[in-house]
């Protein structure tokens, strides 16, 4: 099954920065589905945690730039 993780991202300052975030979430083997709000600074993954960890995903969006960290 899937769980469905929430967590932080800094540095987002225009709503391209958004696309980039969710492009990059989306194409990670293991995600299913990933949202993310620009005012509210918070993204929400649906994810099989048997192919990726919420610290694999924290990572990659650390690796384009942003700061990230899960809150749940
Ligand atoms: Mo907008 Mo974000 O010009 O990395 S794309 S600030």
Redesign the pocket.
């Known amino acids: 099954g899937t769980l469905v993780g929430q967590f932080t991202i800094g540095g987002?300052?225009?709503a391209?920065?958004v696309n980039?975030v969710e492009g990059i979430l989306i194409k990670l083997s293991g995600v299913k589905r990933a949202s993310v709000s620009l005012p509210t600074s918070l993204g929400e993954v649906e994810y099989d945690p048997l192919i990726i960890s919420k610290e694999e995903i924290v990572t990659a969006i650390e690796d384009a730039g942003f700061d990230a960290s899960f809150v749940q």
């Open positions: 987002m300052t225009c391209a920065c980039s």
